[in-house]
């Protein structure tokens, strides 16, 4: 016989204001806007790596392309993490990692570009949560 546990959110409470699980959106908005703002960083700081990767995809424009991603990638992981207009910005970097994974990592029979497609689809599917429930209530949204 199959059962389910419900656990209860401190008296007086709801679960998402209470202690730790209160700031877990945070914690979680943060582990995920750090791989944009890292990357971001990276090709601002080094820009003729990506360029040469946006045009070996074929892609026009590379150095539009790169803009870009640099400004989509640092301020829309700056928004995340101070959890402004949360669910747009989420939502929009949900499709700019799903765009990436399939115009740069579509070749799935090398197991590298596999793993790299499908941690893409992982991080989309984390900002698809984060639209889905929100920023949690230690965000500029829920000011």
Known sequence: M???TQTQPLAGTTATESGIPG???LVGRLGIATIFLLSGFAKLT???GTIGYI???GLPLPEVGLAI????ELVGGALLVIGYRTRLVALALAVFTV?????FHSALGDQNQFIHFFKNLAIAGG???VVAYGPGRISIDKR
């Open 2 to 4: 199959l059962t389910t």
């Open 46 to 48: 080094a820009p003729a």
């Open 55 to 57: 045009a070996s995809a």
């Open 23 to 25: 700031a877990l959106p």
């Open 127 to 129: 900002l698809l949560q």
């Open 69 to 72: 991603a640099i400004l989509v």
């Open 99 to 103: 765009a990436a994974a399939v115009f």
